[in-house]
């Protein structure tokens, strides 16, 4: 966890340089392609997100992560209030996937999934499993958590026997990928970036409280406090 630092009376150095201080808040969201990894350090010659994108990532973190092998929305922002605020298990953020499987569920499988199975001494289970189809022999299955432990979909997949081949997610919040191309990304509107905020409040809080910031046309707010969370 960082220190708390004031703009107005702070002064942050790198190596003995002045570190800028901007108030634009920034909200993208991204396609991550598979083979990405969300990570600010490449591995295993595997490049990451902040490589694909460049600079127009500058400066943005990942709310979340996706693993290597599976694609789909992340949300990119440098308000890092937020994020955390997103992320916390309070929010109970809604996330749904898109998954691909084999073999192709019959509804015994699909009951064990929608039951959920205990993993590492936890009790896993989705808020909702809907078996979309048949899709090139496997199925095509449409799983929401609201909370995203690590590899989740694929662990509750195969206490259920299925075997995941693909993972997409297509919903993180009040935020849907919709049509966006692998690897691209586009500014959040006005209206998103207020439900993220709405949604980091939580089921129950009221409109008054969690972070907050004045968002500005393409995908872009300022901040209303002078005191924010400088991470690094």
Not at 169 to 181: C, N, S, T, Y
Not at 186 to 197: G, N, Q, V, Y
């Amino acid at each position: 966890m960082g220190p708390e630092v004031d703009p107005q009376s702070d002064r942050v150095t790198l190596d003995g340089v002045p570190l800028p201080w901007s108030e634009v808040l920034r909200y993208l969201a991204y396609h991550k392609p598979t083979g990405a990894l969300v990570s600010r350090r490449s591995q295993g010659g595997n490049p990451t997100i902040f490589d694909l994108i460049g600079d127009q990532a500058h400066g943005l973190q990942a709310v979340g992560r996706l693993d290597l092998d599976s694609e789909g929305l992340l949300i990119l922002t440098n308000d890092g209030v937020l994020a955390e605020a997103l992320l916390h298990p309070r929010s109970g953020i809604p996330r749904l996937y898109r998954i691909w499987v084999v073999p192709v569920p019959d509804v015994p499988v699909l009951r064990r999934l929608r039951e959920g199975a205990m993993v590492e001494g936890l009790l896993l289970r989705p808020d909702r499993v809907l078996l979309e189809g048949i899709e090139g022999g496997e199925g095509k299955l449409l799983v929401e958590i609201s909370e995203g432990k690590k590899r989740e979909i694929r662990l509750l997949a195969r206490a259920a026997g299925l075997h995941v081949r693909r993972l997409q997610r297509v919903q993180f919040g009040p935020i849907h990928l919709g049509a966006l191309p692998p690897g691209a990304t586009r500014p959040l509107t006005r209206s998103e970036i207020r439900a993220l905020h709405g949604a980091a409040r939580g089921p129950g809080r009221s409109r008054g409280t969690g972070p907050r910031s004045r968002p500005h046309r393409n995908g872009r707010a300022t901040h209303p406090s002078s005191r924010a969370r400088r991470r690094g």
